[in-house]
């Protein structure tokens, strides 16, 4: 059973970076396709960004796309989430997320990510 642990949140003014990861637990994890959500207070949780098992292949939110970059190491067992010029409206609790057919979904615990202005 894969286990997610995320890492790298904080605080950091309007226009700075942070680097989230999220380290899976177990042997499988190459074969699962990760994402990135997001959620604050009072709204539903909303994929911020994903990257597939085999192809790598990178789908991001319109709210973020050219700012942040999803990667994986699949010898680290961590998937990545680069962020920069980040804007006040990207605060929120991060969350990775495992997935794979016939299978259930995997949640971390989740990183708090804070942007002054």
């Known amino acids: 059973q894969v286990q997610l642990v995320e890492s790298g949140g904080g605080l950091v003014q309007s226009g700075g970076s942070l680097r989230l990861s999220c380290t899976a637990s177990?042997?499988?994890?190459?074969?699962?396709?990760m994402s990135w959500y997001r959620q604050t207070p009072g709204k539903e949780r909303e994929l911020v960004a994903s990257?597939?098992?085999?192809?790598?292949?990178?789908d991001y939110a319109d709210s973020v796309k050219g700012r942040f970059t999803i990667s994986r190491d699949n010898a680290k067992n961590t998937v990545f989430m680069q962020m920069n010029s980040l804007k006040p409206e990207d605060t929120a609790v991060y969350y990775c997320?495992?997935?794979?057919?016939?299978?259930?979904?995997?949640w971390g615990q989740g990183t708090q990510v804070t942007v002054s202005s």
């Open positions: 997320k495992a997935e794979r057919p016939f299978d259930r979904s995997l």
């Open positions: 990257i597939t098992a085999g192809r790598r292949r990178t």
């Open positions: 177990g042997s499988s994890f190459a074969s699962y396709d």
